[in-house]
């Protein structure tokens, strides 16, 4: 089983910025495809970012190119995600997750609970 624990949430005005980490463990964890998504309230949760299991290739949502960096360290079992120039719609929980079969598909094995982010206006 794996465990991811996301933290790094919280309120920022328009245009700040914040990172958002990802710890994972578990007996059987090892270095593998993750990504992060969001869910805004009253709406379905939507993929934000995703990296392959060595950190050299990602993938974004168009919503967020330019302006989120997804990073990795393995040494750490950490995924980030960098969050800058955020704007009011991206006021969402960000759930970070583990074990997708490539950084292009939506389905993974593992989930965080979650962490809230509020971006003022």
């Known amino acids: 089983q794996v465990q991811l624990v996301e933290s790094g949430g919280g309120l920022v005005q328009a245009g700040g910025s914040l990172r958002l980490s990802c710890a994972a463990s578990?007996?059987?964890?090892?270095?593998?495809?993750m990504g992060w998504f969001r869910q805004a309230p009253g709406k379905e949760r939507v993929f934000v970012a995703a990296?392959?299991?060595?950190?050299?290739?990602?993938n974004y949502a168009d919503s967020v190119k330019g302006r989120f960096t997804i990073s990795r360290d393995n040494a750490k079992n950490t995924i980030y995600l960098q969050m800058n120039s955020l704007k009011p719609e991206d006021t969402a929980i960000y759930f970070c997750?583990?074990?997708?079969?490539?950084?292009?598909?939506?389905?993974?094995?593992?989930w965080g609970q979650g962490t809230q982010v509020t971006v003022s206006s």
């Open positions: 997750a583990a074990g997708a079969r490539t950084i292009y598909s939506v389905s993974y094995d593992f």
């Open positions: 578990g007996r059987t964890f090892s270095p593998r495809n």
């Open positions: 990296i392959n299991w060595s950190g050299d290739n990602t």
